[in-house]
């Protein structure tokens, strides 16, 4: 590789966590309060950890971990999940059954708590889940085609 693209006189900066979307100041993110109380829990958690931290390092990745949950917190607004009358929307957790006969369970819920089985309801996926009900078929496009799905239920 040419020297032109590395550079030995400053090192890269570590990334810490998965990027936070930009906000913008007075535009508020939906949250369910299980995601928000999980916030509150590891801001806490972490302040207390920072208190006793010892190294520097570790204190920095402490301390910005805790300037990202801040800043989310105050961007989000807790939105309540109303009871389940079998239409999909915010909070809600569906099971599909996709056309290979998989089925996948899923909660829809506000990017800043979207992990693993909780997917944001900005998601391809969601968007097109929103407002379906119980025994809707649903088609979702995908970078191999077009997939389709049963939607089993929606608590």
Known sequence: MSKA???EETPDDPVLGRPVARVVRG???PITIEGYRAL???QEHLKAERLAEK???RRL???HRLALISATLENVKVVNVPPPDGTVRFGSTVTLEWEDGKRQTLRLVGRDEAN???ISVESPLARVLLEQREGDEVEV???RGVASAV???VK
Request: net charge negative; charged share 35%; glycine share 4%.
């Open 116 to 118: 693993g089985d909780a």
């Open 27 to 29: 535009q508020e993110r």
């Open 141 to 143: 496009v995908r970078p």
């Open 5 to 7: 693209f590395t550079s």
């Open 61 to 63: 990745q402490l301390d």
């Open 55 to 57: 190294e520097e390092a």
């Open 40 to 42: 509150v829990n590891e």
């Open 151 to 153: 939607l089993l239920s």
